[in-house]
């Protein structure tokens, strides 16, 4: 299952963030002094680093602590899953690149400012298309409809 | 006066420095906390919604909590949108908080609007602690039933959820299940296999805990009966009657929901023939059918190999798998590539793991079609081959893995060959790991000891530095082991070896310099061998292959290599300690070639040493330089008198010249001297195999080795380094039988005996010319086991000692200047007369009584946290009637026992009785097998008493059985 979902810049600003599966919980190298926010941005910071450091030509996988985390970057933006190590990293990469064309369609041509400035609902998007580090659906169109139906109440 | 949320994010992002950004977040944090106080009801939702945003930058937004818990309980469907979204946020599973939102989650799961029901399951799954998980179950349960759609799926999930909280409900929820499978929603559908599939790995972690058989529950036996059921859904999916376009990714049907079911499928199948024969074909029609030009269809070809390579598939269908993942090794993404190695590696491991555990008629079935999967595997060696040289460095090591695995007898030239070359790219850290690799392929598959001693010294060739003490001594122990070709190929070729290093390759350097020693002789001739062919293919190529010629070279040119590895300012002191040993074993091997420059030049060399700043350096060159002379016939140390030690060589050895015996004992020993005893490093490996069983692993005692400035082959061996070996032990205690182990033993000991020599003196001390009177060091200590006779037999004037012992002692130093007085024969008788002494205050056991002296051991534990530690004094008494003078104690302890030795308070002993202060002599002791072996000593006593010298040896073992 998904433990986190993150979205960051190339300068590492954090743009989305959802953890599924609390940090302190299952990290072998997080400190137990560390609250778990802190220990949250930690990793956001670390996850930022591996990822930015790897060339194009690298595979999108990395092992970290003990799970995996499969990236993926559109433009200036850094989209990272990490899941458990004997999960289907293709499948995962097939994950985010349907979230991103979610968010394409949404906005239309999707840019960061957008993402910023809407934060909220790309978080009810994701919320619709994953829920408790699972996929809930596959639809596009099915999404889409529920955010917008949802905005519409409103 | 609140700033909207758009002001802020805008006002945050026309921030130029941090500092400047944490200004504004700090005032926005005090205005929304003023007006958290302040109950201003209508920023509520503006406020949290800012809290997200700072949340997100990841500044401290605790305070909002509540907050969140506010929005989510007011009625409007906006406030309690962004109450949820903050809530599921900004609180984590540990915040006291989201007690209280256990019921306001009752009431809105209760809400007719599907929507507040929807963001209350979505709040369940995503933070629902073990508590509201029990509390909010059956709520969550009754929306599996709803007629929505959208309510069912997310109930699903959210279900999934409480259940891996709390494993002990799984049971009440699987008749829900198996009526969601008709569900016609793909979105239901997705969800409810991973509600299954998260139940069942629940279940199995549940009935591991209680004790059960994880494959026998309830639960999997109903979710087995549904695998037709899921394998109809798969091929519906497959052949297009359940297309629905909005699922389609690339033309390729709802792969999610695909890849699902294959995860949920081998779940099932894993250990059940049964349910596995029930999805062979839909497997098969997945593996066969999905396009593969897209991700999409990759990740389902990828799930479906896992799914045939976990369950209990047939043949055909895991040669199946093998060639897709072949076929993924072959495609240009690398992600691609990076999973079927990955899949590849396991699968072997998986196999090979079955293939061992199993008796043996599950194992033949195992392995047959293990067999067949690797021979499907050995087709696509080269592509594994090639993902060496790829730039990812994750790629690689999948690859360096796999290839380890995939090493047999006939292809392991070729991988070795490739090992190699990847071992000169990859990066440092990882050189020590590939050589253990490339030792135990070696040691395994090697066709011929010629091509093992050539892979072996190639490898340290590449990576000395980086080789590991077991690799060096396991190459060592094979070019030993091999014949005498073998012999004179490695000796030829690691002259070159380091003739072309920059002197950076330790353990190159080490072996190389070993090796010229050993086989020194066989570099004086030409070397001629036929080099084979790498390829089995190559065959015809084989047999015109020209016999190679390593030229023969000159005494000279040999030992100048040796120098200038040692020249070389890097060059470490256990390689000059190895390159003086091998100057000696030259000076023998180069004896006949009548080499007059060589010789000379190595006795230039070791008497260059002789004056090292270096204690172990001096130490070593001028018993070699002793040792060499001797064989000679010449005479090193300046004896003052003729008085030797052992009456023996007294008489004949007169001026210069030493006596016959000694010169052939001397040459002897210099041409046995670096006996590798050969059993006890085999033994040593065996273990070490055993021990690490696949992972490698360095034994601590071997990486101190060097350390302790032995060579590591040639000495520390000797005494068997493991005390866990009594038979090695054993060898070094017996009383010495037969000459040549005497001085095999002998070698050994005088080298190992310089560990203790930190408590020397001062540095310059010259064991050689120095009486031994001055020094009551116990750098001589060790040596004494080894001449090992028993007590009785070991008087001063028995002549039953085999001659090699007389060359030690002569060694070991000119006997000390005393004056003459006659001897008290009868000394000893008087001793049984002498009065009882003092009664003492610690318990004593008697050490020995000799000729009026005798000496007894106090024992004592001083420090009451550490047992093993035992501090021993020696007290003597002297009853002769006259001082004895020159007294040196000299104490040998086995292996598994640390010493430390002062001075005696004083070397002349007075006479005892009266107001004489008592000599003693203070020795620390720790015993590591304390309780299962006994603390024993084995000590030499030398002193002169009227100017008779004396010595004696004798056992001392009865301290307390166990405790010391």
Redesign the interface.
Known sequence: ?IRFFLLQNRQG????????V?PNSNSASGSASNS??LEK?RI?AEVHRLVTAR?K???????YNNYKLIYRRYAGLFFTIAVDVAD????Y???I??FVELLDSYFSNVCELDI??H??KV??IL?EFM??G?????????ILD?VK??EK?? | MSMKL?EL?RKV?ACKTVAEERAVIAKESAMIRTAIREEQVHFRHRNV?KL??MH???Y?T?FGQLECMKLCASPH??EK??GY?GM??LL???ADVLMLATNALKNDLNNENK?IAGLA??AI??LATADMSRDLAPEVDKHLKSQNP?LR??AC??M??CLSKCPDMVEDFVDRVVTLLKDKS??VL??IV?LMT?VLMVDYKFAEEEGEDPFQTDCRKAFLRLVPTLAKMLRNLLTNTGF?P??D?GGVA????Q??LL?LLRLLGCNNLEASEQMNDVLAQVATNTETAK??G??IL??CV?TIMGTESEDGLRVLAVNILGRFLLNRD??????ALNTLSRCIQEQNQMGRGDDALVSGMVNESANNAMSALQRHRQTVVDCLRD??I??RQRALELIYHLVNESNVEQLTAELLNYLVLCPREHKADICNRVLKVVDRYSPNDRWRVDTLITTLTIAGREASNVFQSATAVYISRADRDTHAFAAHKLVKAIRDDDGSQTGLLLIGIWCIGEYGDLLLQPCTYVPQATDTDDLALASQSTPVTLEALAPIDVVQTIERVTEHHGCLEHIKNRALTTYAKLSNRFADSGDAVALGMINAVLTKHSTSRSLELQLRSCEYLALINAAKGVKSAPVPKEDDIFGVTSSVSNGDSVSPAVMKAAQDAIARMPVVDQKVLEKRLAAENMEDGGVTTTRPQRAAAPANGGDLLDLNDMFGSSSATPAQNGTSFAPVGEAAKSDMDLLSEVFSAQTSTAAAPSLGYDPFSAPAVAAPSPAFANPMDLFGAPPTTASATSTSLAPTSNTAIDLFGAPPVQTSAPVDLFGSISVASTPAPATPTKPRVMGFSHNGLSAEFEYSKPDPTNNQRSELAACFKNTTGSPVRGLNLQVAVPKYVQMQMDPPSSTTVPVSGGNAKEVTQKIVVTNSMLGTKNLMLKIKVSFTVNGQKMEHMATVSGFPVGEY
């Open positions: 299952m600003k954090t743009r989305l963030s959802k953890w599924y609390e778990p926010e941005v956001e060339d030509k690298y595979t999108n996988f990395i092992e289907n990293e293709l499948c990469l097939e994950t690149h349907l910023v400035f934060f909220n978080y009810s919320d829920l408790a699972e996929i809930e659906e596959t639809s596009k169109r099915e529920r139906l949802m109440i409103e | 758009r994010i992002r919604a997200l945003f997100m930058l990841g401290p605790h469907f906006p949108r962004i979204l599921m946020l984590s599973e540990e929507f399951l979505c799954g995503n959208y799926k997310k999930l959210a999934a959820r793909h979105g997705i969800t991973q998260t629905s909005d699922h990714v709802d792969p999610f929901l890849v699902q995860t991700n999409a990759n990740a990828y799930e896992q690398n992600n691609i590539r990076y999973v730039p990812d994750s790629i």
